[in-house]
C-alpha cells in the first residue's frame, strides 16, 4: 500500500507452506508504475525476517521466468541462490514456461 495515496502496489506473501520441512514458496507482483524504486526489495526483506523469525522457516523458495531478469537480480540482491530450471514449470495461456529456482537457507540470511 502506497502511504501517501493509499493505492495498492503489489502483493508479496507466501505460499505452498511445507511446515514439516519448514520450506515456503515466496510469490511477489509488483505494478509496473511502481518498479525500480526499491519498493519490492523493501517488501521481500521485511517478510524473509517475518518467514525465518515467526514461521520458522528453513528454506524460502521462488520460481522466475527466465525472461525476467529484473526479478531475479531482486533476488540474487537478497542472498538468494539459482539452482537451475524447471523445465515447463507453469502453463500460461496454452503455453509451457520454464522456471529459474531460487532459495534462500536461514543460516545464508543471518
Do not use: P
Amino acid at each position: 500500500m502506497n502511504k501517501v495515496t493509499n493505492e495498492l502496489m503489489g502483493t508479496c506473501g507466501f505460499h505452498c507452506w511445507d511446515k514439516v520441512n519448514n520450506i515456503a514458496e515466496v510469490g511477489y507482483d509488483l505494478e509496473k508504475k511502481f518498479w525500480e524504486k526499491g519498493y519490492m526489495k523493501e517488501g521481500l526483506k521485511k517478510i524473509i525476517k517475518f518467514g525465518f523469525s515467526e514461521m520458522s522457516l528453513n528454506r524460502i523458495q521462488a520460481y522466475i521466468s527466465l525472461d525476467n531478469e529484473a526479478s531475479y537480480k531482486l533476488l540474487e540482491s537478497l542472498g538468494f541462490k539459482r539452482e537451475g530450471i524447471i523445465r515447463d514449470k507453469h502453463l500460461y495461456r496454452v503455453k509451457y514456461y520454464d522456471h529459474y529456482c531460487y532459495s534462500l537457507l536461514r543460516r545464508e540470511w543471518e
